[in-house]
């Protein structure tokens, strides 16, 4: 186990999470900008995608933050 008590697999799980949620948030990304340039940005939608995004971002950084071993300083 490492400092923060994880095991390899965990770790490696952790890791696949994460990229697959980059990823999520990555093709958010690309529908947002597609909604707009294709000029029919329906603005629910375009909050709802944008909620989405920033949910994901707040769920990797507690998965990124897992990862990262406590410096006590």
Known sequence: M???GLTPEER???VEQ???LREEHRD????IE???DA???????VQRLKK???LLR???ARLEDQLTPDIIA
Do not use: H, S, Y
């Not at 958010?28 to 529908?31: G, K, P, V």
């Open 39 to 45: 000029g029919q940005a329906d603005q629910l939608q």
């Open 18 to 20: 994460i990229e697959r």
């Open 58 to 60: 707040d769920k990797l």
């Open 2 to 4: 490492d400092d923060k």
């Open 52 to 54: 989405r995004k920033l």
């Open 28 to 31: 958010l990304d690309a529908a």
């Open 12 to 14: 490696a799980a952790l």
């Open 34 to 36: 597609a909604l707009r």
